[in-house]
């Protein structure tokens, strides 16, 4: 009876955390195709749910706002914290408020100011663990210039089309929510025709294989460079490719 009893709730939570998997999944964006720009993405939960949370929306005819959150540690609080924040940032709401609060907010200012005031927001008083990483940033479709701010996640990864070169960019940043009053700084760069900007969380750089070694920014500059010719779409399955057999079980 006990053992059925316990059956029984394992299989309510476990269904609980498949209906959260797919709802979380729902919040993801489609892949984007427009004139110029293309964006494409693989998201795999190392569980039911994940801390992990993306989107991107067009801003104006030339500006495309993009963000890339990691919430810290895994599972259901991660994943309503991951929630949350979607809600908060969802099709540039968070850029609008801080315009209707200052009027002279524009270009590269804004992802300082929007890592910032989400740090002020999510000061966590409750689990001084429960923070999260952040890359914020717009692309103008016309000029090719990205300005981004990254606030403890790791470093985007500009392919050079020309000489598929594969370059980090960006520093590091403190975590959104680990510290109050934290001012954020905002790196700007032009990608040229054919170039691409790789965003990604530590479940890539960080996963694991048998022997417990890390995947690491060393594997995966030289893949992102030799699928340079692939689309969008290709590589991001070339990528879960590699992953799953660098991985070695399920």
């Known amino acids: 009876e006990i053992n059925r009893t316990l059956s029984d709730a394992y299989a309510t939570i476990r269904h609980d955390l498949e209906s959260a998997a797919a709802m979380q999944k729902a919040l993801l964006p489609a892949p984007l195709r427009r004139p110029g720009v293309t964006v494409d993405w693989l998201f795999q939960p190392s569980a039911f749910v994940a801390g992990d949370m993306f989107d991107y929306f067009v801003m104006d005819e030339q500006r495309l706002s993009f963000y890339q959150l990691d919430v810290a540690g895994h599972g259901v609080p991660a994943a309503l914290l991951s929630f949350t924040l979607q809600r908060v940032l969802a099709q540039g709401a968070m850029e609008q408020h801080l315009r209707q609060q200052d009027s002279s907010l524009e270009g590269a200012t804004i992802p300082p100011r929007v890592a910032a005031e989400l740090n002020r927001r999510f000061q966590s008083g409750i689990d001084p663990l429960l923070y999260f990483t952040l890359i914020y940033g717009h692309l103008d479709g016309r000029s090719g210039r990205v300005t981004l701010t990254q606030a403890g ?33 905002a790196i700007t760069f032009d990608l040229a025709p054919g170039d691409r900007l790789f965003l990604y969380s530590d479940g890539i750089t960080e996963c694991t294989n048998a022997q417990g070694e890390h995947f690491s920014e060393a594997r995966l500059l030289p893949l992102l460079a030799a699928t340079a010719a692939q689309s969008a779409a290709t590589v991001a399955t070339c990528v879960g490719q590699a992953l799953r057999e660098w991985k070695g079980d399920e």
């Open 153 to 185: 996640h790791p470093r985007p990864i500009w392919l050079h089309r020309t000489d598929r070169r594969s370059e980090l960019v960006g520093g590091s940043g403190f975590p959104v929510g680990m510290l109050p009053d934290l001012a954020y700084d």
